[in-house]
Nanobody, 114 residues
Framework: VRLVESGGGLVQAGGSLRLSCEVSGSRVSANAMGWYRQAPGKQRELVARISSAGNTNYGDSVKGRFTISRDNAKKTAYLQMDSLKSEDTANYYC?????????WGQGTQVTVSS
């Protein structure tokens, strides 16, 4: 099973980015999928999670600015990030729970310039 993230990059504060995470190598759909992030010198933190039924929860720092969604047919999760701030700068990791295992992507860097 592989998780392939894309969509990171450099953006100015106030701008938007959309991250994608595609699951490959699995015959079954993921249960929960999510995004975490880790900035230099900080612990990894939850950004957003979405269940197979579409229920979502968000980290406090991104509520109202980020939106997680998924397309089960494409085995892909998305993270729409709006009103980006410099403190959103981090490496963003996708995760997927498939059967009884958790899988992680390699991460995609998001840098927000002020």
């Amino acid at each position: 099973v592989r998780l392939v993230e894309s969509g990171g990059g450099l953006v100015q504060a106030g701008g938007s980015l959309r991250l994608s995470c595609e699951v490959s190598g699995s015959r079954v759909s993921a249960n929960a999928m999510g995004w975490y992030r880790q900035a230099p010198g900080k612990q990894r933190e939850l950004v957003a999670r979405i269940s197979s039924a579409g229920n979502t929860n968000y980290g406090d720092s991104v509520k109202g600015r980020f939106t997680i969604s998924r397309d089960n047919a494409k085995k892909t999760a998305y993270l729409q990030m709006d009103s980006l701030k410099s403190e959103d700068t981090a490496n963003y990791y996708c995760t997927a729970a498939i059967l009884y295992s958790d899988y992680w992507g390699q991460g995609t860097q998001v840098t927000v310039s002020s």
